[in-house]
């Protein structure tokens, strides 16, 4: 199975200010025949269902504010949340849907 | 306007049973996979079981597997996902979560609510 670890567990970033969490896999998600990765970012405010932000590892998904931005390839990614606001306070989880599906623990953003 | 709505949770018996629908609407049901996912109280996300769009294909995590039943009904726009055998550890919020596309390697780009699940001991 595939284990999908994200660091930090929590954050407290200033209004404004960037925050950046970080996701490993523990094998590669790219798919040589289509150069895609297989990795998705999801948001999770308190009380809510999750909501899917970034697919493909880059890809917004449409409506997600473009201060949320996705990079990386392989097995290490990374989630930016440039100018933070006050509405981004939630747990953030990576997601592999290249075996099946696995989640990371979640990062949890505070602001500082 | 898309929808998930999901029924059937509660209370039940270490050992017991209990069925979950999802109530699918505002999509094309038929064309995506549907997966379940659950959240036990204060923790991550847990992948649970998913099916592909025409429900040829059903897929597990190995905690649930021989346990959990997921299946669909693309003419009533339902998933439902059949729970045998609960244990105290299958305790959670349960959601319903709509795939970007028809099989497995796509992601989840929309959620219900969720229902809750007790197993008490």
């Known amino acids: 199975d595939i284990v999908m670890t994200q660091s930090p567990d929590s954050l407290a970033v200033s209004l404004g200010e960037r925050a950046t969490i970080n996701c490993k896999s523990s094998q590669s998600l790219l798919y040589s025949s289509n150069n895609k990765n297989y990795f998705a970012w999801y948001q999770q405010k308190p009380g809510q269902p999750p909501k899917l932000l970034i697919y493909w590892a880059s890809t917004r998904k449409s409506g997600v504010p473009d201060r949320f931005s996705g990079s990386g390839s392989g097995t290490d990614f990374t989630l930016t949340i440039s100018n933070l606001q006050a509405e981004d306070v939630a747990v953030y989880y990576c997601q592999q849907f290249y075996s099946s599906w696995t989640f990371g623990q979640g990062t949890k953003v505070e602001i500082k | 306007e898309m929808q998930l709505l999901e029924s059937g949770g509660g209370l039940v018996q270490s050992g017991g049973s209990l069925r979950l629908s999802c109530a699918a609407s505002?999509?094309?049901?038929?064309?995506?996979?549907m997966s379940w996912v659950r959240q036990a109280p204060g923790k991550g996300l847990e992948w649970v079981s998913g099916?592909?769009?025409?429900?040829?294909?059903?897929y597990y995590a190995d905690s649930v597997k021989g346990r959990f039943t997921i299946s669909r009904d693309n003419s009533q726009n339902t998933v439902s996902l059949e729970m045998d055998s609960l244990r105290v550890e299958d305790t959670a919020v349960y959601y319903c979560?709509?795939?970007?596309?028809?099989?497995?390697?796509?992601?989840?780009?929309?959620w219900g609510q969720g229902t809750l699940v007790t197993v008490s001991s």
């Open positions: 505002g999509f094309t049901f038929s064309s995506f996979a």
């Open positions: 099916i592909h769009s025409s429900g040829a294909g059903t």
């Open positions: 979560a709509k795939g970007a596309g028809v099989g497995a390697r796509s992601p989840f780009d929309y």
